[in-house]
């Protein structure tokens, strides 16, 4: 009997900070699409955002708010490659190192709805199947996009998005249960976003 590939979500982000709309987004699409993992690939430079945190502060919030759940992992590659990150460039990476595997790349529907004006998107489709979901405030549709490589998935509504942690820090507003409660200490810990602008 032939052997089911191995399935593999990529959750790209700048996780600036992780919040729990990230992780519910991962865990419905791993349901979903029976996904045997989930690697988060935080971004090394997110060249259409605003100055970011440091790229460690975010890979580290990452691992502590993926460390509980035996099916996230996380990857440094975006972060380990100099310039802006690509996720033409995410995905020929994690397929040269998960050759057998099938790919599947989360997005949100904000995210997905700027795709167009990714590096290289004709080519995106080729490397991996996209999962968008729905996210409160963003509109989703994928109509247009090629049928058997992008699929629509509707998830729980959580408005809660990085930018809003961030001034929450802030202005000296709680996150607790917003996102992780590790992340909350690392971010206390490492005295984030009091001084951020955005
Ligand atoms: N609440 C949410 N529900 C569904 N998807 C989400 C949610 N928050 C973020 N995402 C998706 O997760 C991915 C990474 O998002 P990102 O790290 O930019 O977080 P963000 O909250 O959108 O950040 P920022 O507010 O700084 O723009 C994107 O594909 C985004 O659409
Ligand atoms: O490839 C691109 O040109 C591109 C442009 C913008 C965003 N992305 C990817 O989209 C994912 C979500 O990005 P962001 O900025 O919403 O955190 C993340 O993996 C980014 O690397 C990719």
Request: aromatic residues 12%; charged residues 25%.
């Given at each position: 009997m032939p052997q089911r590939r191995r399935r593999l979500g990529i959750m790209g982000g700048t996780?600036?900070?992780?919040h729990h709309g990230h992780l519910v987004a991962a865990s419905e699409v791993a349901h979903h699409f029976a996904l045997d993992e989930v690697v988060f690939v935080p971004t090394?430079?997110?060249?259409?955002?605003r100055k970011v945190s440091p790229s460690e502060d975010r890979y580290l919030m990452t691992v502590v708010a993926t460390a509980?759940?035996?099916?996230f992992k996380v990857s440094r590659v975006d972060i380990d490659r100099d310039g802006p990150t690509y996720t033409i460039d995410t995905l020929r990476d994690m397929r040269a190192q998960h050759p057998d595997a099938e790919l599947f790349f989360i997005t949100g529907a904000d995210a997905f709805a700027s795709?167009?004006?990714?590096?290289?998107a004709d080519e995106l489709w080729q490397l991996a199947h996209f999962v968008a979901v729905t996210r409160p405030g963003h509109h989703l549709s994928i109509s247009g996009y090629p049928p058997d490589r992008v699929s629509e998935l509707e998830i729980?509504?959580?408005?809660?998005s990085s930018t809003d942690c961030r001034a929450r820090v802030r202005a000296g507003y709680p996150v607790w249960y917003l996102v992780p409660d590790g992340v909350v200490q690392y971010i206390s810990k490492h005295d984030l976003y009091r001084r951020l602008t955005a």
């Open positions: 996780f600036d900070p992780i090394g430079e997110p060249y259409q955002k509980s759940n035996p099916r795709i167009v004006g990714w590096k290289d729980p509504a959580l408005a809660i």
